[in-house]
């Protein structure tokens, strides 16, 4: 350097001593520069004071020279502690070049100026603190300095730092936020942890209150949650926690809206169970405020459901978001927006709210009593329609796990419960894939499948025309496109009769709405499609599980209801074969399940003119069956038109298959089911055709085992020459219940015209060389 420059007030001496190589040289000239701001303070010469500053800074600090700088740096900590508590008026001058040399690739000189800038702050104390974030900005930078000892000495000054924030009021955190935003993303290690030492202090700070700011730094604190290094990690879980504290204390402080969707979006595994309590505890704490970012939560929530023991926790945190969320969704949700009403806080003296009205928040506190009147004054809109969209999603998704199957449907259901009439406006475009769920390979998605469409079914809210189309007329959507054996144009047919109600319904039967015959002829569809298709290897509904199927959906829905459909679609099935296979399935049911007692009672007697017309309904698709039909007439107690059907098996073609069926029902006979018909046997006079149709079907069996069980039983008939028929006044039905007029003579005409159509068709089959006749699967 050039010391014939006049650096005055600095005497030649000190200017030589500050460009010297050696440490202690400088030294000297610091103390000569201290003395001599000592002087200009005492002279109140803030002139010279202000001109010393900048030749330290601009000839020695900024200088090309390395020890030039390193003087200069010592230079400006020795004016720092000349001026004392005067130094407040010069920090920008000797902060700035001081900042400059923590980017000197010279990690001698960074190390230095880390020393001289600890001097300069510590003299300033609080003054230092409108220059905050400069020197946060050089020390996230010295913070992964690769040096050790300028790591040391920067570590030195950052807790200086952090105890003048500490002790000081006067932080400015507005200015602070968009600096601590923008380094919080940082991928260093270092700096990573130098921000979080900062929000801890900051956090423990009473004066500090960085909740309210907490939305702006919340997405990095969660991405520097997932760092590589774990005592980064647990840093962030500390000041994760204690902000989690704070939230649960001060929730009217709380912009849990801001920060909802913060929490959806990390899915990581590091950091899924961190993310999944906050989210559980804003449900809680919020309420109905998180309603908007329901979609999104759930997107979050539902695949964790399906987690096994190894994320055991990730799982029970995330079924209880699932099920406090489901809570908040109300009757209120069903209105439309503009009919809405806000909830006005409670009046005074009205009864303060129950724990469970607080969705299982805490015990009242002023902080959270103050929340929840804000909450309340706040007009909250569901987002239905993400929330649906979201359910179809993972119902569409094969990947999707069990529990999260359930847990879809589980929604769906709530949803039809306290939202019925919006969710029918989505009806249409669930339905087919509820459909599908059917064949699921889990009974408990089965089950909960069954339970939506019954509540669909039997919903009042189904009941408008938003089933019907723009013609008036209401259509069915088949599922299965290959499948066109089934009359689809039947559901017009139906409907145009029946309306949306069910046809000869009781006045007891809970009316079903126009989605009852949607579901019904789906069910056939696509149970047909299954059998026609050989899908052997999936669950069809046919071959498989139609006991479980209809046994639930007998629960869910009135099971005359089922049966009554049933029998209506199946009368005009085209496919002969499936419709008898079908009757075979549904008499099976009817004859054995325990859900259906009642409805056998019912039957049982025809002492109304509503069993009556179910018996007719029933017994018009029965008779594509001919061995169901008697049973049919078994259960009524109809055993004269019994016999009389049996007479007419003479006709029939008998097949083995057709053998089997009779042996069945004798099994059934045997059965708890057909107690009281064993036990009428013990009144011949009375029941003549009940003991020879039982002949009929003796003489129909070969010697066999069926043969040897029911010839035992009629053994036991009491006096044999009681069998001789009684006079028509004097018939079987004496002692019954009078019945409402049937015409069993057309009941006969119309079995012989099913069984012809069968026979036709059985010998169509039979003469088409290149087409045999396909096995059913019982």
Known sequence: MNTEKDFSPLTPNIVRALNDKLYEKRKVAALEIEKLVREFVAQNNSTQIRHVIQILASEFALSQHPHSRKGGLIGLAACSIALGKDSGLYLKELIEPVLTCFNDSDSRLRYYACEALYNIVKVARGAVLPHFNVLFDGLSKLAADPDPNVKSGSELLDRLLKDIVTESNKFDLVAFVPLLRERIYSNNQYARQFIISWILVLESVPDINLLDYLPEILDGLFQILGDGSKEIRRMCEVVLGEFLKEIKKTPSSVKFAEMANILVIHSNDLIQLTAMTWMREFIQLAGRVVLPYSSGILTAVLPCLSYDDRKKSTKEV???????????????????????????????????????????????????????????????????????????????????????????????????????????????????????????????????????????????????????????????????????????????????????????????????????????????????????????????????????????????????????????????????????????????????????????????????????????????????????????????????????????????????????????????????????????LLDVENNPYLIKALYGLLMLLPQSQAFQLLSNRLSCVPNPELMRTTDDSQECGAKRPTQAHMDYGELLEHFDRVQSKHLEVRHQRAGRANHPDRKLLL
């Open 318 to 680: 995330a079924s209880a978001c699932n099920h406090s969320l489901m809570k908040l969704i109300t009757p209120e949700d069903d209105e439309d927006e503009d009919t809405q009403s806000t909830v006005s806080p409670p009046r005074e003296g009205s009864p303060p709210k129950s724990q469970d009205d607080l969705n299982g928040c805490s015990p009242m506190t002023p902080h959270f009593a103050a929340f929840v009147n804000r909450v309340d004054r706040i007009q909250v809109t569901l987002d239905l329609d993400g929330i649906v969209q979201v359910l179809d999603r993972h119902l569409h998704d094969s990947s999707t796990g069990m529990m999260t199957r359930i847990a879809v449907l589980k929604w769906l259901y709530h949803l039809y419960i306290k939202t019925p009439r919006k969710m029918f406006r989505h009806t249409d475009s669930l339905f087919p894939m509820l459909l599908k769920t059917l064949s699921d390979e889990s009974d408990e998605v089965i089950l909960k499948d069954l339970e939506v469409l019954a509540e669909i079914a039997s919903s009042p809210a189904g009941q408008t025309d938003n089933s019907l189309s723009c013609d008036g007329k209401s259509e069915v959507h088949v599922t299965d496109p290959n499948c066109s054996a089934l009359n689809i144009s039947l559901f017009n047919q139906l409907y145009s009769v029946t309306g949306s109600k069910v046809v000869d319904s009781s006045p007891s039967t809970p009316s079903m709405n126009s989605y009852f015959y949607k579901f019904m002829i789906n069910l056939l569809n696509f149970t047909l499609g299954f059998v026609v298709h050989y899908l052997l290897s999936l669950r069809s509904l046919i071959c498989l599980s139609p006991p479980f199927l209809y046994r639930q959906l007998c629960l869910l829905l009135h099971a005359e209801n089922i049966f009554h459909s049933m029998a209506d679609i199946l009368l005009k099935e085209e496919d002969l074969k499936f419709a008898s296979t079908m009757v075979q399935t549904l008499n099976t049911i009817l004859l054995t399940s325990a859900e259906l007692f009642q409805l056998r009672n019912q039957l049982k007697d025809l002492h109304t003119q509503e069993s009556c017309t179910l018996f007719c309904c029933l017994y018009r698709s029965w008779c594509h069956n001919p061995v169901a039909t008697v049973s049919l007439c078994f259960l009524t107690q109809n055993y004269r038109h019994a016999y009389d059907l049996i007479q007419k098996f003479g006709d029939l073609e008998v097949t083995v298959d057709f053998l089997m069926e009779v042996d069945k029902l004798v099994q059934l006979i045997e059965s708890p089911i057909f107690t009281y018909l064993r036990l009428q």
